[in-house]
């Protein structure tokens, strides 16, 4: 009897320990404080944090001697109290310095895609049955899911599931570094066999020129004076003949010849941010036509002179939503050109 009640009990203990391994929910970083002993997602993204602050921790979800140490120095750094300890308060502290500090080595490695590209990243997966799986698209900067593929099988096998860059709600993912963990495994028994299995990169945007090519001064700015108007874009001399490439998915709103001013020109309605971008002075037409789909970083013309133009450029212009001369308005993209730029 005694045998068999403690067996009982043994049974008892472990399906309770089962459940609430099961039931756990996923905490999210700043819902709890953290310390010595605290396991979960939530301590992912803190020792990620905390490696990004300079304070290197290895990513184990236990937060255990090393964490409270890098902890500790985080406090140090910071002048908080220092307690090893990780507060709600603390950890809305930590992620708002974790959103500012600068992108780790990592973050510049791995493939680029576009938001809504022509390739998207893609994930394979196995199931050893039918059902589903899920698999998340993870910011690697926050640790935090960003978006959810959730994959059915209809039997054992492979399946490939793509990701178009955009959040669980609909949004557009920022810029940044990303990879695919599995989140379920689910009643398909599946796990990820291959694919984007590395981190990488995701951009709205890429840079009109990847060519050798030069802002130019003052004149080449935007707002700066012309005979009658004021210059509504940015110019970039670059080699005649040099390519331009679509800087964001998005249609062929406008393609024209204007003989005494654009010369060849084209216009994209971005799908991405509902802006548009305007190319001038190409050496000759896009082959893109209007109301054509063109990917960004594809193609859509050359650098060239045409129109009223003293030497090969790219005239480039950004118009806000609703777009070109349909209600938007155009505005400075210097920044813009430089950000795109500096990983293009
Ligand atoms: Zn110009």
Same mark, same amino acid.
Not at 244 to 254: D, I, K, N, P, W
Not at 290 to 297: M, P, S
């Given at each position: 009897?005694?045998?068999?009640?403690?067996? *009982? #009990?043994?049974?008892? $203990? %472990? !399906?309770? +320990?089962? /459940?609430?391994?099961? @039931? =756990?929910?996923? &905490?999210?970083?700043?819902?709890?404080?953290?310390?010595?002993?605290?396991?979960?997602?939530?301590?992912?993204?803190?020792?990620?944090?905390?490696?990004?602050?300079?304070?290197?921790?290895?990513?184990?979800?236990?937060?255990?001697?090393?964490?409270?140490?890098?902890?500790?120095?985080?406090?140090?750094?910071?002048?908080?109290?220092?307690?090893?300890?990780?507060?709600?308060?603390?950890?809305?502290?930590?992620?708002?310095?974790?959103?500012?500090?600068?992108?780790?080595?990592?973050?510049?490695?791995?493939?680029?895609?576009?938001?809504?590209?022509?390739?998207?990243?893609?994930?394979?997966?196995?199931?050893?049955?039918?059902?589903?799986?899920?698999?998340?698209?993870?910011? *690697? #900067?926050?640790?935090? $899911? %960003? !978006?959810? +593929?959730? /994959?059915?099988?209809? @039997? =054992?096998?492979? &399946?490939?599931?793509?990701?178009?860059?955009?959040?669980?709600?609909?949004?557009?993912?920022?810029?940044?570094?990303?990879?695919?963990?599995?989140?379920?495994?689910?009643?398909?028994?599946?796990?990820?066999?291959?694919?984007?299995?590395?981190?990488?990169?995701?951009?709205?945007?890429?840079?009109?020129?990847?060519?050798?090519?030069?802002?130019?001064?003052?004149?080449?700015?935007?707002?700066?004076?012309?005979?009658?108007?004021?210059?509504?874009?940015?110019?970039?001399?670059?080699?005649?003949?040099?390519?331009?490439?679509?800087?964001?998915?998005?249609?062929?709103?406008?393609?024209?010849?204007?003989?005494?001013?654009?010369?060849?020109?084209?216009?994209?309605?971005?799908? *991405?941010?509902?802006?548009?971008? %305007?190319?001038?002075?190409? /050496?000759?037409?896009?082959? =893109?036509?209007?109301?054509?789909?063109?990917?960004?970083?594809?193609?859509?013309?050359?650098?060239?002179?045409?129109?009223?133009?003293?030497?090969?450029?790219?005239?480039?212009?950004?118009?806000?939503?609703?777009?070109?001369?349909?209600?938007?308005?155009?505005?400075?993209?210097?920044?813009?050109?430089?950000?795109?730029?500096?990983?293009?």
């Amino acid at each position: 009897m005694t045998l068999r009640g403690g067996a *009982v #009990a043994t049974l008892v $203990a %472990v !399906a309770a +320990l089962l /459940v609430l391994a099961a @039931s =756990a929910p996923a &905490a999210q970083f700043g819902s709890r404080p953290l310390k010595m002993g605290s396991k979960g997602k939530d301590v992912r993204v803190l020792q990620r944090s905390l490696t990004r602050l300079g304070q290197s921790t290895p990513v184990t979800g236990y937060f255990w001697k090393l964490t409270k140490r890098s902890t500790k120095g985080l406090e140090r750094a910071q002048q908080w109290r220092v307690d090893g300890k990780v507060s709600r308060k603390d950890a809305a502290r930590i992620a708002g310095l974790a959103a500012q500090a600068p992108k780790a080595p990592t973050a510049t490695t791995g493939t680029v895609y576009f938001v809504r590209g022509l390739l998207k990243p893609e994930i394979a997966l196995t199931a050893q049955s039918p059902g589903s799986a899920a698999v998340d698209v993870v910011d *690697v #900067a926050s640790g935090a $899911a %960003v !978006a959810r +593929l959730t /994959v059915s099988f209809e @039997s =054992a096998g492979t &399946a490939d599931s793509r990701w178009n860059g955009l959040t669980a709600s609909g949004g557009i993912a920022p810029d940044g570094s990303y990879r695919f963990d599995l989140a379920e495994p689910g009643d398909a028994r599946a796990a990820i066999t291959g694919g984007q299995t590395d981190e990488f990169r995701l951009r709205r945007h890429t840079f009109p020129v990847p060519g050798q090519h030069d802002y130019g001064g003052a004149g080449s700015r935007f707002g700066a004076p012309r005979s009658g108007h004021t210059h509504q874009g940015q110019d970039m001399a670059a080699a005649c003949g040099e390519p331009l490439l679509a800087t964001e998915t998005g249609t062929v709103a406008a393609k024209a010849y204007q003989a005494g001013g654009a010369g060849h020109y084209l216009v994209i309605q971005g799908a *991405v941010t509902g802006t548009a971008h %305007v190319y001038m002075h190409m /050496v000759k037409a896009s082959w =893109a036509d209007k109301g054509e789909v063109l990917f960004a970083g594809q193609q859509l013309g050359k650098v060239g002179t045409t129109g009223s133009s003293t030497g090969c450029h790219l005239h480039f212009e950004r118009w806000t939503a609703p777009g070109w001369y349909v209600g938007g308005k155009p505005y400075d993209p210097l920044k813009e050109l430089r950000y795109w730029d500096s990983y293009s």
